[in-house]
């Protein structure tokens, strides 16, 4: 989504399917009233671990997953001569005008050479000492001796407002060549441990386990740490040695003040200095400033002289002898003046210089840039300005810049310099806001800068007011301009730290459009950092306050960036438990089902029937259970309620490789088929013509006997077998012919109607004492057998019969004496709701019942007894 681009906002092309054209710009129009056409938006795109991050400064930054092609590979280190060139950009500028006098580094040789002497067995240091003490003159003249020591060189870093997380990125960027690149935590401190340098570090401002960290992520560097002494110290069980810088004794004081004015000291000068040296305990840093302090007292002396002796228009001859007029003589500085020198020496520098310091003072100590000075301070020849000021020891290089020195803020904010701060941070903060989001200023100049501009945001973010019509906030348009040359420098703290200080701003101005950026991105910024939940926060904040203005560009973006933080996440839409859930695991001898599904039911149907007890009592089965009232209930099957979460979202995801799609397309497909599989069941286990559980025979229909294999049934006579049509009813002939001998002829018996006579539902099948084979017929003797003729068995399979009382039955397994086509492998509950069964004879012609395909039919006893 290029900000640059206003196409088509979903592929960036026309109706027409054509790259649409930028309007060109109206030259007659802007060129008449000499404006000039807006730039264009400055986006930068670097990888941050496993991302591709595009910094927006229009529409918010977008992220995604780092393409393979895109990914660099691992960072080179830079050679001897890269690393000269970044040592030489990181430090602070040299102002115009005089070159100042060099110090000597005196009464510290013994503290130099130890520290060499450690450093070069490879022992870290902590070197702490006062502000004011001479901490950092020492550190740089350690850091030139060991030049040679270390196979990576000396890296200087400043811990100002560094974190142990922003030195090991600084420590990298110093060692590494990896320009747009930012890897993640686990590779950064894979990478610096293998770097070997001499790691000076001064201004650090923690200690204890921090500083732990970070010399454990560094076992091939050799650390020197400048501390002051309330900065806590080291752990006990570190391996850091401890070295405390004193003052200077009053000889070494005197040398100092000597080497600074550049003469010999008068015994007034003398005597004075020694009280300066019990006030300031010896500290090397108020030896400077005193002498500051008497070269502007030589100065104003000779301006004097020279003005009654050789004029007005007339130079000060070099070969003047010193203190030639007594009558212009300016005393000496007190003592007071002398231990707190700053207002006095500020009193006789140009107004360009004060004026600096006042900006100063307003920015908490932060000198600005010497470019930014005449723009800031209304005059083109300020740059100077900070020649003098760094002359009279007012200020001190820390890291790329200058600050206020040690005391001097108090000091001049004792003598009014503080006035009008508020007036001079706004200042600062238009021309940063307008300098910052320059197209010709570079990512790297800004963070330069960072330390101004974010002491300009300090100050006038909690006085914020909503702006006047046709107005915007300073601190807003600040943050705005900012924040993506932060991120594209590769400065993330202070990216958070604008970013934070925007987001407020926004708010106590009223101005959500700004608000919604900065919270995107400070989502996105959590997100890089896998700050998953302070990333949803963000986003999903900032999603709904465009949904409130209506902007799709950004809600695309942010909408994009939510997704991919719930892949990382481990969410799975549609198929996740409920948030604050926790999915239990299936056990080992279940499937996983999907939680909170719909357990599945099946019917009787399907599976194999129920077996009868081997005793003939009918008791339960494998697949069913004995009720009390002797019924055999369906056959119903669900999991456990507990054993559907096997599956956890980590699984899920790494099944369907983590698209979201495919998760949203497999949890509808698994929801349609346990409705469609539900739907199914219910239809095929509900029939409305099943017999109510109240009417089936707690016993089997049929059993067989103690003294042979029958059923109590019939015995079939050479195989012929007749049914009643389909309704089951037996039709039996008797077996004498009459007194005859012939069939057919008056004298044959009558067979036993059977007509009106229905099933009884009496347990049948049983042989009585004497041998029956059913309780409907006679007590004694064997039922003779039936036959049928052909045109009967013809007859029987139109099915024209009245259908009568359903019934259930248990069916046995068929005996061999029983003839069937295709014999049931297992005994089933056969229902007869369509008619009774048929005789089991009877089987070799007839067909079973349309209603009943799981077993062949049977007959009962009671269809038996009519015999």
């Known amino acids: 989504m290029d900000p640059n681009n206003q196409g088509s906002e979903e592929y960036g092309h026309d109706a027409d399917g054509t790259t649409p054209r930028q309007r060109p710009p109206r030259d007659a129009l802007t060129s008449e009233f000499g404006q000039h056409t807006p730039a264009l938006a400055r986006t930068a795109q670097l990888v941050s671990g496993d991302y591709l991050l595009t910094i927006n400064p229009v529409d918010g930054s977008e992220i995604e997953i780092c393409p393979p092609g895109e990914r660099p590979g691992r960072p080179a280190k830079l050679t001897a001569a890269e690393r000269g060139e970044i040592t030489r950009a990181a430090t ?105 340098a001499v790691v000076v570090l001064d201004d650090v401002e923690f200690g204890g386990a921090a500083l732990d960290e970070l010399i454990d992520a560094t076992p091939e560097c050799a650390f020197l740490i400048g501390a002051t002494p309330d900065v806590p110290a080291p752990s006990a069980d570190a391996l850091i040695e401890e070295l405390f810088l004193d ?231 600040l943050a705005r301009t900012a924040a993506p040359a932060f991120a594209a420098g590769l400065y993330w703290s202070a990216w958070e730290r604008v970013l934070r200080a925007g987001a407020e701003a926004a708010r106590l101005a009223g101005e959500v459009a700004e608000q919604v950026y900065f919270h995107h991105e400070l989502g996105i910024l959590a997100l890089c950092g896998e700050q998953l939940d302070l990333a949803r926060a963000e986003l999903e904040s900032a999603i709904g306050l465009r949904g409130a203005l209506a902007d799709k560009r950004g809600t695309v973006a942010g909408r994009r960036a ?113 409705v469609l599989g539900t739907v199914v069941t219910l239809g095929a286990t509900s029939n409305p ?28 006579d050479n195989g012929d077998s007749d049914s009643n049509g389909d309704t089951g009813t037996a039709t039996s002939r008797p077996t004498d012919p009459g007194p005859d001998g012939t069939w057919g002829t008056s004298d044959d018996p009558t067979p036993p109607s059977s007509g009106g006579q229905e099933p009884s539902d009496d347990p049948t099948g049983t042989k009585t004492p004497g041998g029956g084979g059913g309780t409907g017929g006679s007590s004694g003797g064997t039922t003779p057998t039936p036959s049928v003729t052909p045109s009967e068995s013809q007859s029987s399979e139109t099915p024209n019969s009245p259908t009568p009382t359903p019934s259930q039955s248990v069916t046995p397994t068929p005996t061999p004496t029983e003839t069937s086509e295709e014999p049931s492998p297992s005994p089933s509950i056969t229902d007869t709701a369509s008619g009774p069964a048929s005789n089991p004879v009877e089987t070799e012609t007839e067909s079973a019942p349309a209603n009943d395909t799981s077993a062949p039919a049977t007959a009962t006893s009671s269809e038996a007894s009519v015999i």
């Open 92 to 196: 602070p500028p040299v102002p115009p005008g005089p070159a100042q006098p060099e110090l000597p580094l005196l009464e510290r040789d013994g503290e130099r050479e130890r520290l060499v002497r450690l450093l070069a067995r490879g022992r870290s240091v902590r070197l702490t000492g006062p502000p004011g003490s001479g901490r950092t003159t020492l550190l740089d003249a350690v850091a030139a001796d060991c030049a040679d020591l270390a196979p990576d060189g000396v890296v200087r870093l400043s811990g100002l407002r560094r974190t142990p997380t922003d030195l090991l990125y600084d420590l990298f960027y110093a060692v590494y060549s990896a320009p747009l690149y930012r890897p993640e935590p686990d590779e950064l401190r894979a990478l610096v441990r293998e770097a070997g």
């Open 247 to 477: 003052g200077l004794d009053r000889a070494g004081g005197l040398e100092l003040l000597e080497r600074s004015v550049g003469r010999v000291l008068t015994e007034e000068e003398a005597n004075w200095a020694g009280d300066l040296w019990f006030e300031s305990e010896g500290l090397p840093l108020r030896f400077v400033q005193a002498g500051a302090l008497l070269r502007q007292r030589d100065g104003l002396r000779a301006s004097a002289d020279a003005f009654d002796e050789f004029g007005v228009f007339q130079d000060i001859p070099v070969d003047a002898p010193f203190g030639s007029g007594d009558e212009h003589d300016v005393p000496l500085p007190s003592l007071a003046e002398g231990a707190a020198p700053a207002p006095l020496l500020a009193s006789r520098l140009s107004e360009s210089a004060r004026e600096t310091l006042r900006f100063a003072v307003a920015l908490g100590g932060e000198v600005p840039h010497q470019a930014h000075l005449p723009a800031l301070v209304d005059d083109a020849h300020a740059d100077a300005a900070l020649g003098e000021l760094l002359g009279c020891a007012l200020v001190s290089p820390v890291g790329s810049h200058y600050r206020l020195a040690a005391g001097v803020q108090t000091q001049l904010e004792a003598a009014g310099y503080g006035e009008g701060a508020q007036a001079r941070a706004f200042s600062a903060a238009q021309h940063y806001a307008w300098w910052a989001g320059h197209p010709s200023v570079t990512p790297e100049r800004v963070c330069a800068e960072a330390d101004a501009l974010l002491a300009a945001l300090d100050v006038l973010v909690p006085v914020t007011v909503p702006p006047g019509e046709d107005e915007e906030s300073t601190p807003v348009q």
């Open 562 to 674: 939510l997704t991919l933080v719930a892949d990382r996440a481990g969410d799975t839409p549609g198929l996740g438990s409920a948030a604050g859930e926790e999915v239990p695991d299936a056990r080992y001898e279940e499937s996983a089902s999907p939680p909170g599904g719909v357990p599945a039911v099946f019917g009787a149907a399907g599976y194999p029937p129920l077996q009868p007890s081997p005793s003939g009592s009918g008791s339960a089965s494998a697949y069913g259970s004995k009720s009390g009232s002797g019924d055999f209930p369906a056959t119903v099957i669900t999991p456990r309620s507990g054993g559907g979460g096997a599956h956890k979202a980590s699984s899920l995801q790494r099944l369907v490789g983590g698209a979201r799609r495919n998760l949203v397309a497999v949890g509808a497909g698994a929801l349609l088929a346990a």
């Open 689 to 716: 013509n099943d017999a109510p559980s109240d009417q089936v025979g707690v016993n089997p229909s049929a059993s067989a006997g103690n003294d042979d294999d029958s059923l109590g049934a019939d015995k079939a």
